[in-house]
C-alpha cells in the first residue's frame, strides 16, 4: 500500500509538472520576437491598403488586409508587452520604450484606440467604397503615429 | 500648340511614373522579413491555443488566436512567395526551398489546405467546444507541416 501511495504521488508530481511546463510562458526573447513579427505584419497589410488606395483598387484584397490587421489587433497588441519583455532582443533590440511598460492605463488607452480603428476599418472595407475606407486608414494611421509617439524609440 | 501638347505629355508622363512608384512591389528583402514575421505571427497565436488545450481553457483567448491565424491565411500566404524572393535576407536567409516557387500549383494546393482548416479552426473556437478545437488544431498541425516536408529548410 505505500509503494502504491509513494508510486501514485511521484506519478501526480510528475503530471503536475508537466502540465505547468505545457504552460510556461514563452521566454521574453520569443515574445519580442512574435512582437516585432506583429507590427511588420500590421506594416505588410497597412502597405497593401495603401497601395490600393493610390493605384487600381481591388475591394476583395483591402478587405482581406484590413481584416488581418483588425485580427491581429483583436488578438491583442497589450499580451507582446508581458512584464519581463521591457528589454531584449526579437529580431533586433526592442524598440518600445521603458514608458509603456510604466504606464500600462495609457498603453491600455491607445492600444484601444487603434483596435477601434482597425475593426471600423475592415467593417468599411467589406463595403468597398474607397473614399470612405482612405478616410478611415487616415484615422487608423493617428492612433499608430500617437503611440509610436510616446512610446517607441527612434531607430 | 506644340507647346501645351509637350506639357501634356510631361505631365502625363510624371503622373504616370508617380502612379507607378506608388504601387511600386516592395523590395525582395521587405517582402521576405514580412513572410518571416507573418509565420510567426502564426507560431505565437498557435502557441496560445495549444496553451488552453493543455491547461486552462478561455474561449475568448482561443477564438481571437484562431481569428488571428485565420486571417493570415486568407490575406493570403501565396503573395509573400512572389517571384524575386526565391533568395536573399529578411530577418534571416530565407528558409523557403526552390521546390516552392518552381512548383506553384503544389504550393497553393498546401496553402489551400491550411486556408480551409484554419477557418475551420475559427468556426469551430468561436462555438468552444474544447474536444472539438483539439481535434481541428491536430488537423491544421498536419497542413503546417506536409507544407514545411516539401517546402522548408532545416534550419
Known amino acids: 500500500m505505500k509503494k502504491y501511495v509513494k508510486c501514485l504521488l511521484l506519478v501526480t508530481v510528475a503530471a503536475s509538472a508537466a502540465a505547468l511546463a505545457q504552460q510556461a510562458p514563452p521566454k521574453p526573447e520569443t515574445l519580442i520576437k512574435w512582437r516585432q513579427s506583429t507590427f511588420q505584419v500590421i506594416a505588410w497589410n497597412n502597405s497593401r491598403v495603401k497601395a490600393n488606395l493610390e493605384g487600381q483598387y481591388n475591394k476583395e484584397e483591402v478587405a482581406k488586409s484590413a481584416n488581418a490587421i483588425a485580427a491581429l489587433s483583436n488578438a491583442g497588441l497589450g499580451a507582446l508587452f508581458a512584464p ?50 482612405k478616410e478611415q486608414f487616415a484615422r487608423l494611421g493617428k492612433t499608430c503615429k500617437a503611440c509610436h509617439d510616446d512610446f517607441k524609440a527612434k531607430e
Do not use: M
Open 84 to 133: 519581463g519583455t521591457e528589454q531584449g532582443k526579437g529580431w533586433h533590440d526592442t524598440s518600445a520604450k521603458p514608458e509603456l511598460f510604466k504606464d500600462g492605463k495609457r498603453a491600455a488607452e491607445l492600444f484601444g484606440n487603434f483596435n477601434k480603428e482597425a475593426n471600423e476599418l475592415a467593417r468599411l472595407a467589406a463595403v468597398g467604397e474607397p473614399g470612405a475606407v
